[in-house]
């Protein structure tokens, strides 16, 4: 079984600190994205990775930067927290196109960040 | 660029009664659809997939859901639900030869009654 950790499952930080969210994968997979969840909004993609040290934008970075240097391990960085920012954060992984790809991302259970 | 549209943010239902959740997308290329649970205080976990082939997609726990093309549409669909089916579900599309992106729908909470 696929497994997504994720280190925190509960976070309250300060305004303007600077926060890691963690996640791993054990599956060995290419890809790997970050997502935040709010009510009624779904889940939106900040950033994804291809591959070690890859990274691309997804639709809400601002904010956000990312690091990838280990293909099991993507981090969500927040350079200087805000109020904002508080929200449900999602870990997931998938592995890469063309391979034995099934086109299933898998989740971690997800940090919820307070920022007060 | 893809859309997902979940019709109702909300469906009250109760147990053994059937249920269907609305998706509609939309979309300029060949779509990869999905439908995924999310328990209280848990991830997300897949349901069922459309890739290709047979429009009717059988998933976990009793759901199946139905692609129609005409209709840009992958509703969702139990015939008896259980008390241990309420969860929040996403529809969720992504393009085909886009890198495996997802677009998420805006979320259906599902509450079954006794």
């Known amino acids: 079984d696929v497994k997504v950790t994720q280190s925190s499952r509960y976070l309250v930080k300060r305004t303007g600190e600077k926060v890691f969210l963690e996640c791993v994968q054990d599956m060995d997979h290419e890809n790997m994205f970050w997502y935040r969840q709010d009510p009624g909004l779904g889940l939106r993609l900040i950033y994804f990775?291809?591959?070690?040290?890859?990274?691309e934008k997804g639709d809400i970075p601002e904010g956000y930067s990312v690091s990838r240097e280990k293909k099991e391990r993507f981090s969500l960085i927040l350079e200087s927290a805000s109020t904002n920012q508080t929200s449900m954060y999602l870990c997931?992984?998938?592995?890469?196109?063309?391979?034995?790809?099934?086109?299933?991302?898998?989740f971690g259970p997800g940090t919820r960040l307070t920022v007060t | 660029a893809q859309s997902v549209t979940q019709l109702d943010s909300q469906v009250p239902v109760f147990e053994e009664a059937p249920v269907e959740l609305r998706c509609n997308y939309s979309?300029?290329?060949?779509?990869?659809l999905f439908w995924y649970v999310q328990y209280p205080n848990q991830g997300l976990q897949l349901l069922l997939k459309?890739?290709?082939?047979?429009?009717l997609v059988k998933g976990i726990n009793g759901f199946e859901a139905e692609f129609n093309k005409s209709q840009t549409s992958f509703h969702l669909r139990k015939p008896s639900v259980h008390i241990s089916d309420t969860a929040e579900y996403f529809c969720?599309?992504?393009?085909?030869?886009?890198?495996?992106?997802?677009?998420f729908g805006q979320g259906t909470e599902l509450s079954v009654k006794p």
């Open positions: 969720a599309v992504s393009g085909r030869y886009q890198g495996g992106k997802l677009i």
């Open positions: 979309s300029s290329v060949s779509v990869y």
């Open positions: 997931a992984s998938r592995a890469g196109i063309g391979t034995r790809s099934s086109y299933e991302q898998y």
């Open positions: 990775s291809y591959d070690v040290k890859m990274k």
């Open positions: 459309y890739l290709s082939g047979s429009t």
